[in-house]
């Protein structure tokens, strides 16, 4: 079984300061791991994914990642926020092998973001 | 741009009627799923196709909900006798690639539908 925390829904920073964004997971087989932003009335897109390998993974629009085995943790930043990245972030798991690739999702977060 | 599509995007339906959703997926991609997400929650997991086959479905697709995938192209979600619980955001994404492999997945725009 896989699940998804993201503590705290909702996170409100300055334009220019840095975007913290938690996500911890369980799963009990090695995990693909995954950050979706969702703006409103709009499906999900992918902001990036973690595998194998380099542990620190770096998505669009200067996001970045890094995925802590010991902490199971796989928590998202980004060093200057902008106005633009007003939106909700999903974090999710699936499994690294078998099983149908189904995602798991956290809650999510709604970030916003201050002039 | 030929990313996912779904329609209709919005839904309003009267308590105890059916209703029916259609998603496109992108034209090559064999793997459809569906999701349904519900106010201040993520996308839960309902049902997945691979090709015209349906492979598995979550506890939350009770027996009112039925997903078809004819051929392995264009799937549609029905619910039947609608309850208020029913209301939320319908997901609709595909893949390709091959299984246990990270492709992603891509969404569509979701039909949020309302049961008043």
């Known amino acids: 079984a896989q699940s998804v925390t993201q503590l705290g829904s909702h996170v409100s920073v300055s334009e220019g300061a840095l975007v913290l964004l938690r996500c911890n997971y369980s799963s009990s087989v090695p995990p693909y791991l995954f950050w979706y932003v969702q703006y409103p009335n709009q499906g999900l897109q992918l902001l990036l994914k973690?595998?194998?390998?380099?542990?620190l993974v770096k998505g669009i629009n200067g996001f970045e990642a890094e995925f802590k085995k010991s902490e199971t943790s796989f928590h998202l930043t980004k060093p200057s926020a902008h106005m633009s990245d007003a939106a909700e972030y999903f974090c999710?798991?699936?499994?690294?092998?078998?099983?149908?690739?189904?995602?798991?999702f956290g809650k999510g977060i709604t970030l916003s973001v201050r002039p | 741009d030929t990313g996912v599509s779904q329609n209709p995007r919005h839904k309003i339906t009267k308590r105890g009627q059916n209703v029916t959703f259609r998603c496109d997926p992108i034209s090559e991609h064999n793997r459809l799923y569906w999701y349904r997400q519900t106010l201040g929650q993520g996308p839960e997991f309902l049902t997945y196709?691979?090709?015209?086959?349906?492979?598995?479905k979550s506890r939350l697709l009770s027996d009112r909900f039925s997903a078809e995938r004819p051929k392995g192209s264009f799937s549609t979600l029905e619910i039947q006798r609608t309850e208020q619980g029913d209301s939320a955001m319908y997901l609709c994404a595909s893949r390709g690639g091959r299984e246990g492999l990270p492709y992603e997945q891509y969404f569509g725009p979701g039909t949020r539908l309302t049961v008043t």
């Open positions: 973690y595998t194998t390998g380099a542990t």
């Open positions: 999710a798991v699936s499994a690294h092998t078998g099983a149908n690739s189904k995602l798991t």
């Open positions: 196709f691979q090709n015209e086959a349906q492979l598995e």
